[in-house]
């Protein structure tokens, strides 16, 4: 589970560029959690099945209802509408986005 995390944050960290970092470890342990307790519980099967909802869960949002929103649902491009869409502003500070 941790690996999962560790990848996303290398491969697609720049899509939670602004999310606080408190609320991405806050995901984190919650999440792991989630995972470690419903293993112990119910066993390796409801981790499996719980992969399985976060999978449909992926596909559905990047396949269906972030098109339908105007965004590309792997690139997160206009990259306006994906910030308006996460509710932060527009244009980012920083490099080229205005004064950080």
Do not use: C, D
Not at 7 to 33: D, M, S
Not at 37 to 62: D, I, K, N
Request: glycine fraction near 16%.
């Amino acid at each position: 589970m941790a690996s999962i995390f560790a990848v996303g944050n290398i491969l697609l960290g720049h899509f939670e560029e602004r999310t606080p970092r408190w609320r991405r470890v806050a995901k984190f342990v919650a999440l792991t959690a989630l995972a470690v307790g419903l293993s112990a519980a119910w066993g390796r099967g409801a981790f499996y099945a719980l992969l399985g909802v976060a999978a449909a869960a992926f596909a559905v949002v990047h396949g269906w209802w972030l098109p339908r929103q105007g965004v590309h649902g792997w690139s997160g491009e206009p990259r306006e509408r994906y910030y308006r869409l996460r509710g932060w502003p527009w244009p980012p500070p920083g490099p080229g986005g205005g004064p950080r």
